[in-house]
């Protein structure tokens, strides 16, 4: 739950029209907790494909957050 919720503030404190010091911060916590945590997604078998479960976190609209 920590990796979605992590995720969702991400994605919703990115869509700020006016970015301060603080909400740069709070962005990069939470992209720093997504990363830090997304391998309990994996470890719990929550990445899943049509051949069953998918061993990494590529997933092309998240590729973005790399350069972040």
Do not use: W
């Not at 920590?2 to 909400?23: C, K």
């Not at 720093?32 to 997304?38: A, G, I, L, R």
Request: aromatic share 8%.
């Amino acid at each position: 739950m920590r990796t979605l919720r992590a995720l969702l503030d991400f994605i919703f404190q990115s869509q700020n029209l006016v970015f301060y010091n603080e909400t740069c911060e709070a962005l990069s916590a939470a992209l720093s907790e997504f990363h830090d945590n997304k391998q309990a997604i994996i470890d719990a078998g929550g990445r899943r494909g049509t051949k069953g479960i998918i061993n990494h976190f590529h997933i092309p609209k998240l590729e973005m957050l790399h350069i972040i």
